[in-house]
């Protein structure tokens, strides 16, 4: 299992926000606005005592004394709800906030009548926005979605509107869609909120989102990552994130990895990090030589989460192979209290690598005599390679697998990930980059996650 923190946006935060952001908006205000880009609003002459009386009632109705009582005691709730702490109380608290909201819309019968009218007098588009407006601000003053997505649709649809407002609204739209769990709604106009130029609030993440909550998580992923890559080193942290994620619930390993990568160049944080290790790690079958290179690198980025990382390091590793770096996992673990010296399993480790350890360190120069010999194979340059590594010799490290690369039936792409983990110990960043990106077959995502850490390294975030 993959654990990871990622942020969410629940309908309610959703809801809340598309209330603030849509607030104060007067159809005088509108009327009178004079942009060369929005069409002139006149209503008809017949709508006009319609509208007036309809939002008459309105403006009444927000000051009578229980809708203001409804109304605080819908904030509330609100305020119940973003505290609340675990599943049980966020239901609950979610449950009174349904129910609040619920009574606070049972005091507006006649009102909704006299928007229902302005709807029904309108012969026009003008008189569409302008009852659309109605709709808006009274779904707004009862907290009533339906309403203020009817209002929105209604505005955006009469067409007297200028570009950038249409798109902002239909942005909107698609939010209050989305609450409602109407997905298809929500991304026809989240479509064309993008395609008009909105881009805050995420736009593309909450059309994702539509996808993902529709189960069509191969689409979602799709514009994730169209969006990722338009906005290059400025994709923000949560689409990053919502792609590991999300790629990895589907089980995509294209785009599980893309997104891991992406995510730790940019936000290469222990977090993050021990993520996109942990996605790696679960979609490949890796053996013991490959899943050593990627808990070097959950080493290097310090992205430790749980007891099973330093354990499948030392099984990769083996005590009786490498036993100086074994020794060094186990006592990592021990410090960091995700391993108990009592184990059986860390006790073996322990006693084993410590009493081979100096019988290794003296073999490392009849290692490299061999590996420089002329007829050295690629196996042994590389078990030379392999130990240097392992007692952190990076620079030795790195010759010996420069001879193993010049020798026939090298397996090329397990020495070049480790001349690249040699060159980056060693702050050759740019040199390591390039020898990862030559790395192919299985172990791609492991070289690939390698050399977004040389690149951190490189340029270091602020």
């Given at each position: 299992?993959?654990?990871?923190?990622?942020?969410?946006?629940?309908?309610?935060?959703?809801?809340?926000?598309?209330?603030?952001?849509?607030?104060?908006?007067?159809?005088?205000?509108?009327?009178?606005?004079?942009?060369?880009?929005?069409?002139?609003i006149q209503?008809?002459?017949?709508?006009?005592?319609?509208?007036?009386?309809?939002?008459?009632?309105?403006e009444?109705?927000?000051?009578?004394q229980?809708?203001?009582?409804?109304?605080?005691?819908?904030?509330?709730?609100?305020?119940?709800?973003?505290?609340?702490?675990?599943?049980?109380a966020?239901?609950?608290?979610?449950?009174?906030?349904?129910?609040?909201?619920?009574?606070?819309?049972?005091?507006?019968?006649?009102?909704?009548?006299?928007?229902?009218?302005?709807?029904?007098?309108?012969?026009?588009?003008?008189?569409?926005?302008?009852?659309?407006?109605?709709?808006?601000?009274?779904?707004?003053?009862?907290h009533d979605?339906?309403?203020?997505?009817?209002?929105?649709?209604?505005?955006?649809?009469?067409?007297?509107?200028?570009?950038?407002?249409?798109?902002?609204?239909?942005?909107?739209?698609?939010g209050?869609?989305?609450?409602?769990?109407?997905?298809?709604?929500?991304?026809?106009?989240?479509?064309?909120?993008?395609?008009?130029?909105?881009?805050?609030?995420?736009?593309?993440?909450?059309?994702a989102?539509?996808?993902?909550?529709?189960?069509?998580?191969?689409?979602?992923?799709?514009?994730?990552?169209a969006?990722?890559?338009?906005?290059?080193?400025?994709?923000?942290?949560?689409?990053?994130?919502?792609?590991?994620?999300?790629?990895?619930?589907?089980?995509?390993?294209?785009?599980?990895?893309?997104?891991?990568?992406?995510?730790?160049?940019?936000?290469?944080?222990?977090?993050?990090?021990?993520?996109?290790?942990?996605?790696?790690?679960?979609?490949?079958?890796?053996?013991?030589?490959?899943?050593?290179?990627?808990?070097?690198?959950?080493?290097?980025t310090?992205?430790?989460?749980?007891?099973?990382?330093?354990?499948?390091?030392?099984?990769?590793?083996?005590?009786?192979?490498?036993?100086?770096?074994?020794?060094?996992?186990?006592?990592?673990?021990?410090?960091?209290?995700?391993?108990?010296?009592?184990?059986?399993?860390?006790?073996?480790?322990?006693?084993?690598?410590?009493?081979?350890?100096?019988?290794?360190?003296?073999s490392?120069?009849g290692?490299?005599?061999?590996?420089?010999?002329?007829?050295?194979?690629?196996?042994?340059?590389?078990?030379?390679?392999?130990?240097?590594?392992?007692?952190?010799?990076?620079?030795?490290?790195?010759?010996?697998?420069?001879?193993?690369?010049?020798?026939?039936?090298?397996?090329?792409?397990?020495?070049?990930?480790?001349?690249?983990?040699?060159?980056?110990?060693?702050?050759?960043?740019?040199?390591?980059?390039?020898?990862?990106?030559?790395?192919?077959?299985?172990?791609a995502?492991?070289?690939?996650?390698?050399a977004a850490?040389?690149?951190s390294?490189?340029?270091p975030?602020?």
């Amino acid at each position: 299992m993959v654990r990871a923190k990622f942020s969410a946006r629940t309908a309610l935060a959703l809801a809340l926000a598309l209330g603030v952001a849509t607030g104060g908006f007067s159809a005088p205000a509108l009327a009178k606005e004079k942009k060369p880009e929005a069409p002139k609003i006149q209503p008809s002459k017949a709508f006009i005592p319609v509208y007036v009386a309809a939002n008459k009632a309105i403006e009444e109705a927000a000051k009578r004394q229980d809708v203001i009582a409804a109304r605080a005691a819908v904030s509330e709730a609100e305020t119940a709800y973003r505290s609340a702490q675990g599943k049980k109380a966020r239901d609950e608290a979610r449950a009174r906030y349904d129910a609040a909201v619920t009574a606070l819309g049972a005091l507006f019968t006649a009102e909704k009548e006299a928007v229902e009218k302005a709807f029904a007098a309108a012969t026009i588009a003008d008189d569409n926005f302008f009852a659309g407006k109605l709709a808006l601000e009274l779904g707004q003053l009862s907290h009533d979605k339906k309403l203020q997505r009817r209002g929105l649709q209604a505005m955006v649809d009469s067409g007297k509107m200028a570009a950038a407002e249409n798109a902002k609204f239909n942005y909107y739209i698609g939010g209050l869609a989305y609450d409602l769990r109407d997905y298809a709604g929500a991304r026809t106009a989240l479509q064309a909120a993008i395609a008009g130029g909105h881009t805050e609030g995420d736009p593309e993440g909450l059309l994702a989102d539509a996808y993902f909550n529709d189960n069509q998580p191969m689409e979602g992923l799709k514009v994730l990552d169209a969006a990722a890559t338009a906005k290059g080193a400025s994709a923000s942290e949560d689409m990053l994130r919502k792609g590991v994620i999300n790629g990895y619930k589907a089980k995509s390993t294209e785009y599980a990895v893309s997104f891991s990568v992406r995510l730790v160049q940019n936000f290469p944080t222990q977090d993050n990090w021990a993520l996109a290790i942990a996605v790696v790690r679960d979609m490949n079958k890796f053996q013991n030589q490959e899943q050593i290179d990627l808990m070097r690198l959950m080493d290097r980025t310090k992205s430790w989460s749980e007891s099973r990382d330093f354990i499948e390091y030392i099984q990769a590793a083996d005590p009786r192979r490498l036993p100086g770096e074994v020794l060094k996992i186990v006592n990592l673990g021990l410090a960091s209290g995700k391993l108990e010296a009592s184990d059986p399993f860390v006790a073996d480790a322990k006693s084993i690598s410590s009493g081979r350890i100096a019988a290794d360190k003296a073999s490392l120069a009849g290692l490299e005599s061999d590996a420089r010999a002329a007829n050295a194979s690629a196996a042994t340059a590389m078990a030379a390679g392999d130990a240097y590594l392992s007692y952190e010799s990076f620079a030795k490290a790195e010759e010996m697998y420069k001879i193993a690369l010049t020798k026939p039936g090298v397996d090329s792409p397990r020495v070049l990930t480790r001349l690249g983990i040699a060159q980056t110990d060693q702050g050759k960043y740019a040199e390591a980059q390039e020898t990862f990106a030559k790395v192919t077959g299985l172990r791609a995502p492991i070289a690939q996650l390698w050399a977004a850490y040389a690149k951190s390294k490189a340029t270091p975030t602020p």
